[in-house]
């Protein structure tokens, strides 16, 4: 699972993947589908009340609502002012926000490090 904040279409994004059974050939297997859902963020900082109301209950909102807390606490919105590195390369050039699942952190990412949040080399 994957959540970032897309500072320019002003989105928390959550990205996860699903075991899905299929069948082809009388042969069952299974595939991983990748889900996701956004939730819109306004300028001072909370959930679009329509957002919060249509994913409230569902698995992954108590992480993004905690994502959205952990950037309200350093200030993120309406954009995030303080230049901040990738975690990976050190790059300040095109960073977002990540939330790490393992550490239950914020981490700075570049896009090309996008899906690395998980494997980061601490």
């Known amino acids: 699972m994957s959540v970032r904040f ?18 082809m050939n009388k042969k069952e297997g299974f595939i991983n589908r990748s889900r996701m859902i956004t939730v819109k963020v306004n300028d001072n900082g909370k959930l679009n009340s329509k957002d919060r109301k249509r994913h409230a209950d569902h698995p992954m909102f108590p992480t993004i609502s905690r994502f959205n807390q952990m950037l309200n606490s350093i200030e993120c919105y309406p954009k995030c002012e303080n230049e901040y590195r990738c975690a990976k390369c050190g790059t300040t050039h095109g960073v977002s926000p990540h939330f790490d699942t393992k550490s239950q952190s914020i981490v700075w990412l570049c896009k090309d490090h996008l899906n690395s949040s998980s494997k980061l080399d601490a």
């Open 6 to 23: 897309d500072q320019e279409r002003k989105r928390i994004i959550c990205r996860w993947e699903e075991p899905i059974k299929v069948v």
